[in-house]
T-cell receptor, first 113, second 114 residues
């Protein structure tokens, strides 16, 4: 069990560019969650999947954000037309089932210049 | 809707002294409670959790937390802290099935003074 992994760990992009992040959950975990953490704040929920189905999206997830989990394994989070306000740490977590705790990956730090 | 309040943004404590990090929550449904720790330059790690049963839960490194339903609190305590406990601590709450996203507090930065 290698834990939740995220790629890339850091991303610097210019405003208006599109970026995509990848998350690989712990194997056999059917739940996958995305959170965003800005400086001095706790993580905020963005969206989550049960297998390949996206079950809930936060109001924080504007139309510029899209997440997928094809085949119920890894997930991608895409941000289109990035804005400076998108600069944050994007965290992925997975859990075996809704009753179990969520395990977090190391995060992808996005800086929009 | 759920919310979590961590009353102290920073807590400095002398090494080997006791510490309490406060957490209060608000929810209209039954909740599950968690403490996560984030060491410098590392990801979030689960420290301890309350799902059901005994209201006092313990971690492997000497922390404990007590679920108090009447006071809607889940304070984190340790009788004697070490330099290695320096980290940011986040309290989080999760609802029942269908409301399983974690809602986090703003965090408490614990600084251990030698």
């Amino acid at each position: 069990d290698t834990g939740v992994s995220q790629d890339p760990r850091h991303k610097i992009t210019k405003r208006g560019q599109n970026v995509t992040f990848r998350c690989d959950p712990i194997s056999e975990h059917n739940r996958l969650y995305w959170y965003r953490q800005t400086l001095g704040q706790g993580p905020e929920f963005l969206t989550y999947f049960q297998n390949e189905a996206q079950l809930e999206k936060s109001r924080l997830l504007s139309d510029r954000f899209s997440a997928e989990r094809p085949k119920g394994s890894f997930s991608t989070l895409e941000i289109q037309r990035t804005e400076q306000g998108d600069s944050a740490m994007y965290l992925c977590a997975s859990s075996y089932d809704w009753t179990y705790e969520q395990y977090f990956g190391p995060g992808t730090r996005l800086t929009v210049t | 809707a759920q919310s979590v309040t961590q009353l102290d943004s920073q807590v400095p404590v002398f090494e080997e002294a006791p510490v309490e990090l406060r957490c209060n929550y608000s929810s209209s449904v039954s909740v599950y409670l968690f403490w996560y720790v984030q060491y410098p330059n590392q990801g979030l790690q689960l420290l301890l959790k309350y799902l059901s049963g005994s209201t006092l839960v313990e971690s492997i490194n000497g922390f404990e937390a007590e679920f108090n339903k009447s006071q809607t609190s889940f304070h984190l305590r340790k009788p004697s802290v070490h330099i290695s406990d320096t980290a940011e601590y986040f309290c989080a709450v999760r609802g029942p099935f269908g409301n399983e996203k974690l809602t986090f507090g703003t965090g408490t930065r614990l600084t251990i003074i030698p």
